[in-house]
């Protein structure tokens, strides 16, 4: 995998060359490392070639309004390639594979546009990069592979990279975006951590996670569900629930007490509510067999453990909120103010959604 190619078709998406789908088929080789697990080879390979990476960061976190990305995401829509080309026409026969491998992933109501499908493609490559990076030698500037340094994950300035975020977000279908926005968080670290703070970026991951479970609830209600369907929307729910896991974590190993109270302020109780909710959702039959079991039922309760405990030391009386009966199990012999919480094990999921028990 050369150095240049990859790049130039990176580098090149504002003149329109080309179509989304051709892009996807073509850059498309860049994820099978990806999808294969192979890491030593994405390292030795596509995790090299700097200047590929910085042409990613270059499309994603430009600034743009609106109206621009929509126009953006519109142009790369349209296809005027030459299909006659055996290759461009291979290209696209291999767009449409990653199209339905990423709509696998989201499992959204409708098909996903080619040009929403290749920014997808472009945060889970950058994710999988973002994973292989330490924070030391990114810090020290020694990294051999992508990124470098800070400056690589920040090209525009903190404020351009959490608005870009913020716009990403409302456009794909996939909290993907919040992983990579945990995974920034964790390299860049106080370079970064004011403009998160400032834009109040956690409460939209919160907003986020819970318009998630009203859609997850949703679709677990539908009187009888196909079992490949009920099989596709599991594999989903696990992927988009890890993103959010990664981001909270971050948020709880990372830093300190005041930090995390100043990323929640306004959400405090809310973010505890959203974990309670994951964990229902998590522990219902109804989303079908899981591969990893009762994993993310287990994670869901730790980080929503996690949570009540840092917000019961901001108030000086908790409000009396529903919680996963788990959380409540391993909260509660911890508590001396026993009005801090309440064991909720008849509380409904029809209840929790249709009271506004989460703002």
Known sequence: MSDSPLHTLVSTIHERKFCARYMLGVSGDGIIPVKEGNDKLFRATLQRNFKFWNSIM??????????????????????????LDPSVRQAHQNGRKWE???????????PLRPSISLAVSFFRLLMTALNQAHV???????????????????PFGPDNLVHGLFQWSRFISDTLVFKVAAQILRLCGALV????????????VIDAGRHFCDHVWDVIRRPHPVKSKQQEFSISFECQSDAILSYFLVILDDHKFQTQMDMLEGYEVKSVQLFSLWAYLASDDRLGPRRMGNFFVDKFQQIGVRLYRVVEMYFSRLPDIPVFPGIFDDVEPHFERTDAARSDMEFTMSRIFHNNVVG
Not at 59 to 79: H, S
Not at 138 to 154: E, F, G, H, Q, Y
């Open 58 to 83: 270059v499309f994603l976190f430009t600034e743009r309004t609106e109206d621009d990305v929509e126009r953006l995401l519109c142009d790369l829509d349209q296809c005027s390639c030459r299909l």
């Open 136 to 154: 030391r030698s990114v810090a020290k500037r020694t990294s051999p592979i992508w990124p470098t340094c800070p400056d690589d994950l920040i």
């Open 100 to 110: 339905r491998d990423i709509w696998y992933r989201t499992c959204p109501d409708k």
């Open 193 to 204: 951590l004011p403009a998160f703070i400032a834009s109040r970026f956690t409460h939209h």
